[in-house]
């Protein structure tokens, strides 16, 4: 009898133990729209608003920031903003977006894509409080922040509070990569002088553009930051739900994947998975041996990433209905890798196997673009010479020792 109690209760707490765990591990993050409903609106309160957001803007159990701030008695929600994809999701990437009015409240909406990137005077008229709640992913090329700059200059020019409503950063507050855009190479795609991986939440990136005067003019901003989120935290473990982001993000973990191939995807010379079931995680190209390929990857030996032959026909895009052999990559630890690094491998291993594929004579007309998202012309001009990896690797994996140093007064997150 003693050795079943004992049993028992050796049972219950190893049970007990492994639901703590399991809490700690999901430990649930509430964001700021939730933070700000908590409140009660008290920052909104007899102020006309307008919100910039997305469907990405949802508390916890996925409701629309859009129709929390409608239903809230105490705002005056007076205006919809929508950025790429627009406010509600219903348009394709690199759409132009034309106002209307949104169908489920009526409140007039205003496209932040296309021809007007920057709100107007005539589309802040009758606005008090700008409000922006958009998941962002945690790179720079990524045109969410790009637009939240744009507004929050636009704000301070006509004079309107601007509230940003904090997310967690997919990629965490911890992980830095890539060169910092550089004068010249300043774009819709690179509007700011920060690296690649910049390593802050959306709240704290706002913070820091406003403190540093990197915008033009700097904005009466208040942030409401989250509750429970840490900085070491990747998205599964904050224990919220993730929207797509935009059509080929669409779970978290892709924002790593993005990283590791969205600038070579520009030269569309490569298939990186776009048009495929698996965006951003294949290398891919016609009549190529994927075997001899991923044996020369794999030989590298690298930490927190392995790879995979595969073979596959996209349904739709520049590819579609190609037969495409390629590599699969496979992030185990993204702690242990610089995700920047990854596509220059790649291309590094394809050219010693494949070299009289001309990429810069295919991929030309391409190169602008690629060195906007790049932030610079240094990695173009340095790594196409040779096609090694080494060449570009001290810009990549750059230590970015002031822009640390800069943004950690800025932390709202430990």
């Not at 602008?368 to 173009?380: A, E, H, P, R, S």
Request: aromatic share 12%; net charge negative; with cysteine.
């Amino acid at each position: 009898m003693k050795i079943k109690i004992s049993l028992s209760i050796i049972i219950i707490l190893t049970a007990f133990l492994n639901n703590y765990i399991d809490a700690q591990v999901h430990e649930i993050v509430s964001t700021g729209i939730e933070v700000l409903r908590d409140d009660n609106f008290d920052i909104l309160k007899n102020k006309r608003v307008g919100l910039i957001t997305n469907p990405t803007g949802v508390d916890s159990q996925l409701k629309s920031t859009i129709d929390i701030l409608f239903e809230a008695k105490e705002v005056n929600l007076v205006a919809l903003f929508g950025p790429e994809h627009g406010a509600r999701g219903n348009s394709y990437a690199g759409d132009d977006i034309n106002n209307f009015k949104d169908e489920k409240t009526g409140i007039p909406v205003f496209s932040l894509y296309g021809k007007t990137r920057k709100p107007t005077k005539e589309m802040l008229e009758n606005i008090d409080v700008l409000v922006f709640d958009i998941q962002d992913i945690g790179c720079r090329s990524y045109t969410y922040i790009s637009t939240m700059g744009y507004a929050m200059e636009a704000a301070a020019e006509y004079g309107i509070e601007f509230v940003v409503l904090d997310r967690p950063n997919p990629l965490g507050g911890l992980k830095i990569e890539g060169p910092i855009a550089s004068d010249g190479y300043i774009s819709f795609v690179s509007a700011y002088p920060i690296p690649y991986v910049y390593g802050l939440t959306i709240g704290e990136l706002a913070t820091y553009l406003n403190e540093e005067k990197i915008l033009k003019s700097k904005c009466k901003l208040t942030v409401v930051p989250m509750k429970g989120w840490k900085r070491n935290m990747k998205y599964s473990d904050t224990g919220l739900k993730w929207v797509l982001t935009s059509p080929h993000i669409p779970s978290s973990n892709i924002a790593e994947y993005y990283v590791c191939t969205g600038i070579i995807g520009e030269l569309q010379e490569f298939n990186t998975g776009i048009g495929y079931t698996l965006p951003f995680q294949l290398f891919g190209h016609e009549n190529i041996n994927a075997d001899l390929l991923v044996e020369k990857l794999n030989n590298l030996k690298l930490s927190g990433i392995t790879f995979r032959p595969i073979h596959y026909k996209p349904f739709y895009g520049n590819d579609s209905g190609k037969n495409i052999d390629g590599v699969q990559l496979y992030i185990t630890d993204s702690d242990r890798i610089n995700l920047m690094s990854i596509q220059f491998l790649l291309l590094q291993e394809f050219h010693n196997l494949y070299p009289d594929i001309d990429i810069i004579q295919n991929a030309e007309s391409r190169f602008n673009m690629f060195d906007k998202v790049c932030g610079t012309d240094q990695i173009k001009l340095l790594f196409f010479e040779n096609y090694n990896y080494n060449d570009i690797k001290q810009l990549i994996e750059s230590d970015n020792i002031n822009y640390k140093k800069a943004i950690r007064k800025y932390f709202l997150y430990n």
